[in-house]
């Protein structure tokens, strides 16, 4: 039934041109669904008069979870009252984001019973996200989503769903299997995944590499990206042979070097590695001719968030350098350390970033019983504002506490 | 219909990410050996045991309906034995063991109107977020703002002429879901004028004490006005957040006269030569002016072109800005330099220039 009450000539002018129309996804799932015809039809409102049409509302969800539906409602729901509820759903999706042409069959077999057939794929943290459906149909879908074997992602103040690079999938760099990792993390924390129960939301990002293909730095509360210990592993004549079809050695690889560790003499490249810093340039350059070295682990990075409300930040080094092995305790212990302190002195939508901030990397560190080490920071204070907790006093043989 | 309800599932967790692994990367996965880019958007990886895998990327507008993902699935099974991914930018990658299969599959890719490239020294999708397709407080459209910037810069996403890698990320307002922060080019949805109040309504819709309690910068306090109990915002406090918005309806944010679009330049994530950066403000404001956002795609074109002729090889946005120096930016840019672009939140002394290191 396409019943189209609404004239799009703003929005069909996105239907021209190069790059693939969401205009034409809107249009085809429109065929069989009213709800995405009144969404084009919102939409195009929108267009007219500059201003989004949305609310929020009521808080929504399936029975026990506190997270993954978010609730949407059309302010003009007597224009467009296939809208007035259009909610979305997060699914966790698999690591990596592999799937088989089956399951994502069965995914659009159940959105197409309960919802608008519109989907992103994905949202920017990660999940399969359907957009648009009402609240009766939000317990079908659930228990649908279940016996295909796929559950809810995070939203709210929750662990958000972990997501992690392709690594050692499709990646010869991976330092770390990220694939592991995330789903052992995001199995392990499903209490804390759906049922909200944090100061703020907490994402986890695992990338393989300093590459950091899923941008883990700038915005996972918790960053691990892989890296390596010992020398870059180097096959001599492959470098000769980048060289021999024409690359230019020392203006692409070695005069873009941070570290100025690396010396070509027109034969032979050579490597102090004790002073790269593993930024990958030049094994990105040549990656038949270098790799990563072979005592691989990763760096784990706390904080990183969008402005809202303290400002950006980046995530900052918490622990230089760890082996990324199965059980994973050591992360695992350190992160609950870290949500203890955080649940129990944390306010109200303060990420972990910006608690860290307000109580100091030295007190934060000492909380949480981790030593601090010179890799934390990027340089020491300037200032001089030290406050020592301890001094002495006279005619006492001991240091005050 | 599946006759699910008699057990209810909970807790299960996404599936386990082997069942979709392709057997080729089963059998050789962490044995990548080395991998090659064999035209715009084709690589194959070569394990340690020799085998091949072949990737073809295509670009996708990310907000796709169950019928596109069908016809994915239909490519997939024609081509890859059913295998494929999505990439963290909202790519969709093939995964052939067939190199033979490869132009076939592009040229399909391309009758369905998917371009393939993204890979190396190009431009990959723009990570964007929901705007007025499902957010309520988006300062613009993301969706088509990203349609209308990539219909201009199709090229750059099909060929790998550009200095180096360009990452371009969209948020429709400064929650920037999709942090959008650290992007080469970052375009920016902003807000210009603090939530306007409706007094006659908010005291039915809302409750006073939970409208105060959410901004986060305390500028809401209690307030009777004609009369009705409701509140007042202090002008200079508010920082556009939307969340007084959030928990109530009469605090409307979204203002067709004031909303509109900044764009920011420079920043990076990976490691690779300088450190990761955060983008910076380049322009402040450009008029929402839809379907095709001419001034932003304008801006954004302007600012690839000028890059891609003057960085060096490798270069990223933020690395030439850093050896030419702002004020050249600026001037090459044909950008007016203003108030707004000088920071004067906390720490802004730090991005002052307190050297003589300039040039004329
Ligand atoms: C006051 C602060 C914030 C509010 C009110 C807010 C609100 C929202 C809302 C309503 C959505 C759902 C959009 C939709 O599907 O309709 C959303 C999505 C999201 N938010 Fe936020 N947000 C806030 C802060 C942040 C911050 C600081 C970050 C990142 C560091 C963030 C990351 C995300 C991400 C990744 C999504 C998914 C977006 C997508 O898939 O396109 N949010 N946020
Ligand atoms: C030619 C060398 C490189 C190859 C073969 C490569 C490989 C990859 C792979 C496999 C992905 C997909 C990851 C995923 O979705 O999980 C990816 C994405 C990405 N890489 Fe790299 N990487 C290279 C160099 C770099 C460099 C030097 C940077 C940054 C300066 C970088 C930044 C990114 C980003 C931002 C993405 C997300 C792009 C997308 O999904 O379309 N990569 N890269
Ligand atoms: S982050 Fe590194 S290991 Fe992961 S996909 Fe990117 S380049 Fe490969
Ligand atoms: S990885 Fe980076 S720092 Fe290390 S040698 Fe290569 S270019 Fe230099
Ligand atoms: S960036 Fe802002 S407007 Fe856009 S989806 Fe996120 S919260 Fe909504
Ligand atoms: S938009 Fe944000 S900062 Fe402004 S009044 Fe509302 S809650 Fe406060």
Redesign the pocket.
Known sequence: MAETKSQTPKLDELEKGRWPSFVKEIKTAAQKSPMAADLLGQLELSYNEKIGHWKHGGIVGVMGYGGGVIGRYSDVPDKFPNVSHFHTIRINQPA??FYTSDALRKLCDIWERHGSGLTNMHGSTGDIIFLGTSTPHLEPIFSELTQAGFDLGGSGSDVRTPS????PA??E?ACYD?LALAYDLTMNYQDELHRPAFPYKFKFKM?GCP?????SIARADCSIIGTWRDSIQMDKDAVREYADRGMDIRSEVVDNCPAKCMDWDGKELHIDNSYCRRC??CI??M?KALRPGKDRGAVVLLGSKAPIIEGALLSSVLMPFIKIEAPYRQIKDVIERIWDLWCEEGKNRERIGEFIQRVGLGNFLEAIDVEPVAEMVAHPRENPYVFYEEYFVEDEEEEKK | MPEAMQERLTDIGPPHYEKFLPPVIKQNYGKWKY?E?LKPGV?VHVSETGAKLF?V?AGSPRLVSTDKIRKYAELADKYCDGFL???????V?FLLTKQENIDPLIKDLKALGHPVG???NSI??I?HTQGWIHCHSAATDASGIVKAVMDELADYFETMVLP??L?IALACCLNMCGAVHCSDIAILGIHRRPPKIDHDNLHKTCEIPSVSASCPTAAIRPATVGGKPSVEVIEERCMFCANCYTVCPSMKLNDPLNDGVSIWVGG??????HEPMFSKLAIPFLPNNPPRWPEVTDAVKNLVELWAKNARK?E?MGEWIERIGWPRFFKMAGIEFRKEHIDDFKHAGLTFKRSTHLNY
């Open positions: 990596g984001w992690c690079c392709v690594g499709r990646c760099w990220t990338s590459n950091d293909c899923v941008a990958m340039h990105n350059i990656p | 991998h880019v690589m990737t990327r991914r999505f990439t963290s930018r909202h790519n990658e993204g890979l190396q990959s999708s990570v180096g890698k990452r990076k994530v990976s490691n690779a030569r490798y990223r």
